[in-house]
């Protein structure tokens, strides 16, 4: 065998191997890509359904569960934006007073990938005055980014604000 021929024997060989090594690797992409339970949008858009349950109880550290610990919170009734725990379950300690119960008008999800969707939309909310018992119902936009951390799906951004129509 030339010198020549062994120089083109090993190129051949080690592209070979790099051919197979891609494969290889390409193949466990596949793999790992079809194992990934696909979230759906349904999915997502019931994770409100979670959050109101939250509200349900009355407790705002059950409500402040659902949001990830660096959360940034724009509410609807406070000018005041909330970007930790403490700030998130203060809002939630006042607005429970109202006892809210939220209901989805219009919802529109965008699933981003295995772990971040964003639901916005508009919702709202019966309130009951904690001193008179008179129920009054508010109108507002609100946009939830999600991200699924520790397996879970938790509140990265939530803002809300009352529709400007009134």
Same mark, same amino acid.
């Given at each position: 065998m030339t010198?020549?021929?062994?120089?083109?024997?090993?190129?051949?060989?080690?592209a070979a191997v790099i051919a197979c090594v891609g494969t290889f690797a390409a193949g466990v992409g596949v793999?790992?890509?079809?194992?990934?339970?696909?979230? &759906?949008?349904? %999915?997502?858009?019931?994770?409100?359904d979670g959050w109101n349950d939250a509200l349900q109880t009355g407790d705002p550290e059950k409500v402040a569960d659902r949001y990830a610990k660096d959360a940034v919170l724009l509410p609807t009734v406070s000018n005041k934006v909330r970007s930790d725990r403490a700030g998130i379950v203060d809002y939630f300690e006042h607005f429970l007073e109202n006892k809210p119960v939220g209901k989805k008008i219009e919802t529109h999800v965008n699933v981003l990938d295995g772990n971040s969707a964003?639901?916005? &939309?508009?919702? %709202?909310?019966?309130?009951?005055?904690?001193?008179?018992?008179?129920?009054?119902?508010v109108t507002a936009r609100y946009t939830y980014e999600y991200e699924k951390r520790g397996g879970e799906w938790l509140i990265v951004n939530h803002h809300s604000s009352a529709m400007p129509e009134g």
């Amino acid at each position: 065998m030339t010198r020549r021929s062994t120089g083109k024997r090993i190129a051949i060989g080690a592209a070979a191997v790099i051919a197979c090594v891609g494969t290889f690797a390409a193949g466990v992409g596949v793999a790992g890509a079809a194992d990934e339970k696909k979230v &759906g949008k349904d %999915e997502i858009a019931a994770l409100f359904d979670g959050w109101n349950d939250a509200l349900q109880t009355g407790d705002p550290e059950k409500v402040a569960d659902r949001y990830a610990k660096d959360a940034v919170l724009l509410p609807t009734v406070s000018n005041k934006v909330r970007s930790d725990r403490a700030g998130i379950v203060d809002y939630f300690e006042h607005f429970l007073e109202n006892k809210p119960v939220g209901k989805k008008i219009e919802t529109h999800v965008n699933v981003l990938d295995g772990n971040s969707a964003i639901d916005a &939309g508009v919702y %709202e909310f019966t309130l009951t005055d904690h001193d008179t018992g008179e129920k009054r119902t508010v109108t507002a936009r609100y946009t939830y980014e999600y991200e699924k951390r520790g397996g879970e799906w938790l509140i990265v951004n939530h803002h809300s604000s009352a529709m400007p129509e009134g």
